[in-house]
């Protein structure tokens, strides 16, 4: 029976198999076209950019690409004493070529990084080594500067030989390889990046509950209201959105200021002394005022798409089977919401985890994000990869966010709208 | 043991949403322990708000309802022990169909071994044992209907109402669904409070019948004497179907009257709702009271045009033209006797003139 069935024929006597592939594959290739656009457009601006970022962050070719000779004469060198001669000669011949092409700078520059004290040392070796006579490079090298006669520096040296370092992210978490190549943190009064992942974590997280809390009686109301009253309550809730992102930055800075409406107010009703205003902004209250108010859409509209499904029978029904109206909320209403509390609080978690323009307006110094560290990397210190690494380390973080989602509630228990 | 005669008394109860339209006028109902009664009438007559009042999810705007004696106005409706069935089912989308039905017994605190005797004997009330783990969804609609009646019964209320439950089934499927919940109140002697726009449905299954137009009960009494007896217009159009003649009354007696017809043709009737001569009044005649060509005496015989004849099966319908009024329906069964209907013949067309109730005019 089963062999029978392999061997439908359609009436014209060709195998049904065939015939439905070749009727499909014109609406496939259709298809295809139809969202070929939108996949050039994703792997253009999505997955190249972040493919980009990957090499960037872990890429550390420029020094060995500068030293190719070095590199390839310190591999039989144990790294225990002064090297011998063979890779001060290399060295001298790589360096020598860098100062022919004026990219001497940049070496100096990268192990600075490594290590402090090269920039210096660079500069004088560079001096000298014009009436360097043939031969016998490693005292010529070592007499320029007592550091060059310090296995230390050496080392340092070979550290940078590998084409490819997780040195970005480690120091992304505040850590470092020490030269024993052990990892090990730096002083405590050194570390800035952990606190500012821990203010990001916590920043969101305090950001998506009170969202949740403000947003869920909106919602609602706004799926249970009247018609005539839900929509001017909806109009309210998307006016902000329809608003600019800076604007409404801008007027938080305006209300919260010390000399601000909030103030002003708070001092007309004698909650606060006229001298003694609190600052609300430039901190952490200023950065939670503005990034809930801003971000309160984001967890409405999912709410509000579930709520609106749920029917208003199914609270009659629970309370006519004798449910008080709390237990009704709690057993029946609720867990019909979870798919939207969800979504709303996953959306407002990662969009706060990764947010910028509001925490640096007025957030201060004690109120900016990573992502203001991240940005201040890519502008101020250039230092791309290392900005790069830490940008991945928040993708990481997110994709994290949405595993341990999916373990707990179900990825599939989501209701966006 | 006697039965309450007032278990459930609505009394001069009005109610309006808006303040300016009364949804329910001056309604006074007395529903007796254990009986099965039906809301019947059009969208719009106010049935569902009376029982949405007597559930507790509307508060009368003026007068009072008792539930057994007491005043349940002010009761909540999760404190008033009343099991509803809801048009669209409510069941609970999230829980099986063991838990939906577990759900009044938990919320009462009912230990957990009787809980599950509870259920498995309302379960199996409903014929639906074994499918404690389904989720709603999963149950066609049919079965949603009776995990939502089963639901209703679990936690033994004192009244159950029912807000047109088979208003999404269809029709074969209603019919045994009115059969069965029928018998399940037969059986376990619960007081019913059904509400259906459906005359089949409430004719079928109810004690008695309130019909409801426009804000009041036109009539309240057995399926029987709503259908053959009506009193009003209104209930004879609304039940059933109907004849009428408009005209006015000339002779008026006790148990007989003549009416005088627009085309000037006098039919006798009986009087119900007309008291003296120039009454304006319609009088109601059910289809299958009127009979062609027969050979038994009765007080009114007239001739009448067949219009249209439509064949049904068991019986045939037969428009005719007679007195004026170009929409007289008959009923005639399909024997031998009758194989002379065809259009455009005139017939013979008598009744009793105790079937032709006169009644208010419309």
């Known amino acids: 029976m089963s062999s029978e069935t392999g061997k439908i024929l359609t009436t014209d006597g060709i195998p049904l198999e065939v015939s439905l592939k070749k009727a499909e594959r014109k609406n496939k290739i259709k298809a295809f076209l139809l969202v070929a656009p939108l996949l050039l457009f994703l792997l253009i601006t999505y997955i190249f950019p972040i493919g980009d970022m990957l090499m960037r962050s872990v890429d550390d070719k420029m020094v060995t690409e500068m030293l190719p000779k070095t ?84 080392r340092a040296i070979k550290r940078r030989a590998p084409a490819f370092t997780s040195a970005k992210y480690l120091k992304g978490m505040d850590m470092y390889k020490n030269e024993e190549g ?202 791309w990869s290392f900005a790069s690494a830490m940008g991945l380390m928040l993708l990481a973080g997110v994709l994290a966010i949405y595993w341990v989602y999916n373990k707990l509630v179900g990825i599939d228990n989501i209701k966006l709208g | 043991m006697s039965k309450n005669q007032e278990f459930v008394k609505f009394d001069k109860v009005d109610k309006s949403y808006d303040g300016k339209v009364l949804v329910v006028k001056d309604l006074n109902l007395d529903i007796a322990e254990g009986e099965f009664i039906t809301m019947l009438g059009p969208s719009g007559s106010g049935k569902t708000t009376c029982l949405m009042m007597l559930a507790g999810f509307e508060t009368p705007t003026n007068g ?7 005043p349940i106005s002010n009761i909540p409706p999760h404190k008033r022990g009343i099991g509803m069935v809801f048009q669209n089912y409510a069941l609970f989308p999230h829980m099986t169909v063991y838990e939906n039905l577990a759900f009044p017994l938990k919320v009462r605190k009912i230990n957990k071994d009787d809980i599950d005797k509870k259920v498995d004997k309302a379960l199996s009330m409903v014929s639906l044992s074994g499918f404690e783990n389904r989720m709603p969804g999963q149950l066609s609609g049919g079965q949603q209907q009776r995990v939502a009646v089963a639901r209703a019964l679990v936690f033994d209320p004192q009244v159950v109402l029912m807000d047109e439950p088979l208003g999404a089934l269809d029709k074969n499927l ?30 079928t299954m109810s004690n008695r019948i309130a019909v409801f137009n426009d804000g009041k009960v036109q009539q309240l009494s057995s399926p029987d004497k709503l259908y053959e007896e009506p009193v009003n217009s209104f209930v004879a159009e609304f039940i059933g179907e109907n004849n009428t003649f408009a005209g006015e009354v000339t002779n008026f007696q006790k148990d007989q009257c003549k009416v005088k017809l627009s085309n000037g043709s006098e039919i006798i009737a009986n009087p119900i709702s007309v008291s003296s001569n120039g009454d304006k009044t319609t009088v ?55 194989m002379d209907i065809k259009m455009g013949n005139e017939i013979n067309v008598s009744w009793n003139s105790h079937d032709a109730r006169a009644l208010d005019p419309k």
């Open chain 2, 64 to 70: 009072e309802i008792f539930l057994d004696k007491n």
């Open chain 1, 182 to 383: 052990e990892i090990v943190s730096v002083e405590e009064d050194r570390r800035i990046h952990r606190v500012l992942w821990l203010r990001t974590l916590e920043i969101a997280f305090f950001v998506t509950l009170l969202c949740f809390l403000m947003a869920y009686p909106i919602a609602h109301l706004l799926a249970t209201l009247p018609m005539k009253y839900s929509n001017l309550l909806m109009i309210c809730v998307l006016l902000p959105f329809w608003t600019s992102l800076l604007v409404r930055t801008a007027s938080w800075m305006i209300l919260l200021q010390q000399q601000g409406v909030v103030n002003d107010f708070f001092v007309m009703i004698g909650l606060v002394a006229d001298d003694n205003r609190p600052e609300m902004m430039y901190n952490k209250t200023g950065t939670y005022v503005a990034m809930t108010q801003i971000l309160l859409p984001f967890m409405v509209l999912p709410l509000y798409s579930v709520m609106k499904t749920i029917s208003p029978s199914l609270m009659r029904a629970g309370k006519s089977l004798g449910g008080t109206p709390f237990i009704t909320f709690w057993k029946v209403y609720f867990p019909l919401t979870i798919p939207g509390i969800g979504a709303g609080c996953l959306l407002v978690f990662i969009l706060a985890i990764g947010y910028y323009i509001t925490p640096a307006l007025v957030g201060g110094a004690s109120g900016t994000l990573i992502s203001n560290q991240i940005a201040f990397h890519m502008k101020s210190t250039l230092d």
């Open chain 2, 284 to 338: 109601s005649l059910r289809p299958e009271r009127a009979l062609i060509n027969t050979k038994n005496k009765m007080d009114n015989n007239f001739k009448g045009k067949i219009e249209e004849v439509i064949y049904h099966g068991d019986h045939t319908r037969v428009r005719i033209d007679l007195l004026g009024n170009k929409e007289f329906i008959l009923k005639v069964p399909n024997s031998s006797a009758n």
């Open chain 2, 174 to 203: 209603r019919e045994s669904m009115q059969y069965e919940i029928k018998h399940i109140h037969e059986s376990i002697g619960v007081t019913v409070v059904y509400v259906t726009h459906d005359q089949s449905e409430a004719l």
């Open chain 1, 71 to 154: 590199f390839k004469s310190m591999e039989k060198w144990d790294g225990n004493e002064i090297p011998p001669e063979e890779v001060f000669e290399a060295f001298y011949i790589d360096f020598q070529k860098l100062v022919e092409e004026k990219r001497d700078g940049k070496l100096s520059t990268q192990l600075n990084y490594t290590k402090n004290g090269f920039k210096s040392i660079l500069k004088k070796l560079r001096r000298k080594a014009k009436n360097f006579e043939e031969g016998n490079y490693k005292e010529q090298i070592m007499s320029v500067h007592k550091r060059w006669a310090d296995v230390e520096y050496w």
